[in-house]
């Protein structure tokens, strides 16, 4: 299991958002991506995603850009990878797999695994990564003598 590069993307998106959810102003995608190192066409592909799964919402206009459409604490990280990846049921094995002894040990592990980070991704919200992220930007602001 690896994340994918499109879920870090939206991922990054999603935290910088949070970041700023509480100062109200809409951000650009231009903001965004110089701020989090990502391509702005892509981006722009991403935020339509989250748009239209209900974790952004935009503002057209001058002043206008991206907000989160909820609070940062009730978005989980298995909403955004649902939204992003449109995982709704997780498949275990192939299909033209045929029924043995070893094929059901295999599913019902693999499905013990989905069910292990399924939990995971539920347990943290993007405000939980906007509170690790200043955390770790604050260790990095340490002086030595």
């Known amino acids: ?47 339509a995603t989250l748009r239209r799964g209900g974790l952004v919402r935009s503002q057209r206009g001058a002043k206008g850009g991206y907000h989160l459409a909820r609070e940062p604490w009730n978005i989980t990280l298995l909403d955004a990878l649902e939204c992003i990846e449109g995982i709704t049921e997780q498949g275990t094995t192939a299909q033209d797999t045929p029924p043995t002894v070893e094929s059901g040990v295999i599913k019902d592990i693999w499905s013990e695994a989905q069910e292990a980070a399924e939990g995971v991704l539920k347990k943290y919200t993007l405000q939980d990564l906007r509170e690790q992220r200043d955390a770790r930007s604050q260790l990095n602001i340490m002086y030595y003598i």
Do not use: W
Request: charged letters at 20%; a negative charge.
């Open 1 to 47: 299991m690896e994340l994918s590069c499109k879920s870090e993307y939206a991922l990054l998106a999603l935290i910088e958002l949070a970041v700023h959810h509480s100062k109200g102003e809409p951000l650009q995608i231009r903001q965004i991506a110089a701020q989090q190192g990502i391509p702005d066409r892509y981006l722009e592909q991403l935020l």
